[in-house]
């Protein structure tokens, strides 16, 4: 079982840029898939972006060019870079991961969100 926990989250003008950080209790051989999503509340959650065990990336297309995912193995950390915020960037953000050895953007563990709020 691993547990996620987020932060970063806060308030920021549009343009502003945030990083939002998900620390990961554990990782198992061959490593997870790991990503971020975010909720309006009434909507459906919605995948941001997406790093493989191997490293590769893929975003959603509202983000891309402005959102970076990366991950630091050696401190079990999971980031997401937010650049050039937008008001419908508005959301909770969460942090997922796969079950070990997933290769695809799929999740089955979750952290409990950090809000991201970007103003006018």
């Known amino acids: 079982q691993l547990q996620l926990a987020e932060s970063g989250g806060d308030a920021v003008q549009a343009g502003g840029s945030l990083r939002l950080s998900c620390v990961v209790s554990?990782?198992?051989?061959?490593?997870?898939?790991m990503g971020w999503s975010r909720q309006v509340p009434g909507n459906e959650r919605e995948g941001v972006a997406c790093?493989?065990?191997?490293?590769?990336?893929t975003y959603t297309d509202s983000v891309k060019g402005r959102f970076t995912i990366s991950k630091d193995n050696a401190k079990n950390i999971l980031y997401l870079q937010m650049n050039s915020l937008r008001p419908e960037d508005t959301a909770i953000y969460f942090c997922?991961?796969?079950?070990?050895?997933?290769?695809?953007?799929?999740?089955?563990?979750w952290g409990q969100g950090t809000q991201v709020t970007v103003s006018s």
């Open positions: 997922a991961a796969g079950a070990p050895g997933s290769l695809s953007c799929t999740y089955r563990y």
């Open positions: 554990r990782t198992t051989p061959g490593g997870h898939t």
């Open positions: 790093i493989g065990a191997d490293g590769i990336t």
